[in-house]
């Protein structure tokens, strides 16, 4: 398996622009994390997924952030407006049971200018 | 909720030192305990863990051991070398409305220098 796939890599975006961050898990894992790093405040838990179903958001900084997961094989976090604030780095990572280990992607560096 | 809580860094070390990261932390249950590391521009890998008290979790020279009466997992290694600088994170499976999720520690950076 290739491992959490996300994309893009890096993306360079201005204020009030609306990005949308995507991952794909490892096949056959029924949990998906989205975490965001700063220097600030470090690896923060956004919100994670059970079979496709939002099970705590409560990291979800704002109504501006919103997560989906149309399918077991994809998954997108949207910030719609995005602001100078939200540059971090976001990683996405699926486990396979309730007790494993999480596996990351390499995540996505955001900037906004 | 639970918590951790990882010494403050940065760590550093000439090579061949011998390495201690400490970490405690607070849980109402029995949680799974790891450690992960992050090598620069990367994501966390799983490094190593530990499910139950006196467990030893052991990858890549690196050890811990579940301490319930302490409630500490500490990341030892006896040699250190210059591609072990990362910044290495303890983490832990909460247990809160039916499911679990991975708690982290703030991250200690290690550097490690020839």
């Known amino acids: 398996d290739a491992g959490v796939i996300q994309s893009p890599r890096h993306e360079v975006t201005e204020m009030g622009q609306e990005v949308t961050l995507r991952c794909k898990p490892i096949s056959g894992h029924d949990y998906l994390f989205w975490y965001r790093q700063t220097m600030m405040r470090g690896l923060e838990l956004l919100i994670y997924f059970n079979n496709n179903v939002p099970i705590d958001d409560s990291g979800m900084p704002e109504d501006r952030f919103s997560a989906k997961m149309p399918n077991a094989s994809f998954s997108t976090l949207k910030i719609q407006p995005s602001e100078p604030r939200d540059s971090a780095v976001y990683f996405c990572?699926?486990?396979?049971?309730?007790?494993?280990?999480?596996?990351f992607g390499q995540g996505t560096r955001l900037t906004v200018v | 909720g639970d918590s951790v809580t990882q010494m403050e860094g940065p760590v550093t070390l000439s090579e061949e030192a011998f390495l201690t990261i400490n970490c405690t932390y607070t849980?109402?249950?029995?949680?799974?305990l790891f450690w992960y590391v992050q090598y620069p521009g990367e994501g966390l890998q799983l490094l190593l863990k530990?499910?139950?008290?006196?467990d030893k979790g052991s990858n890549k020279g690196f050890e811990a051991t579940y301490r319930k009466e302490t409630t500490s997992f500490h990341l030892e290694k006896g040699s250190v070398q210059v591609s072990d600088s990362a910044v290495y994170f303890c983490a832990l499976n909460e247990w809160a409305g039916g499911y679990n999720k991975l708690i982290f520690g703030a991250g200690t950076r290690l550097a490690v220098h020839p």
């Open positions: 849980a109402t249950g029995y949680p799974s």
């Open positions: 530990a499910t139950k008290a006196d």
């Open positions: 990572a699926s486990s396979l049971s309730s007790s494993g280990p999480a596996f």
